[in-house]
């Protein structure tokens, strides 16, 4: 799967493709806008992947100390508001290439 199919699945399916990974199907959830989904998904994946996705979860919310807590577990740098879309991309594209 390209990142422009994954995009395109969380624009028009209405659930996840079955074949994708916690951290995909998190992900996938964060990018419809299914907050709580993507954060029960997340909070189950016990590597730094899913502190990292976790952490973007958080910035999503607008709780950037829980964020920066949960970046800071996947040795990752704590983001900005402005960088919540960036960061997702980057997230996916890692993800999709594991």
Do not use: C
């Not at 994708?20 to 299914?34: G, H, N, T, V, Y």
Request: aromatic share 10%.
């Amino acid at each position: 799967m390209t990142l422009e199919t994954f995009i395109e699945s969380t624009a028009v399916d209405p659930s996840p493709p079955e074949h994708l990974s916690e951290e995909l199907q998190a992900l996938w959830f964060a990018k419809k806008d299914k907050w709580h989904e993507s954060h029960d998904i997340a909070q189950e994946i016990h590597t730094s992947m899913g502190s990292w996705i976790h952490g973007l979860l958080h910035a999503i919310e607008g709780d950037f100390g829980n964020a920066a807590y949960w970046f800071s577990k996947a040795g990752k740098t704590a983001i900005s508001a402005d960088q919540i879309d960036a960061e997702w991309t980057r997230i996916a594209e890692v993800a999709l290439n594991a």
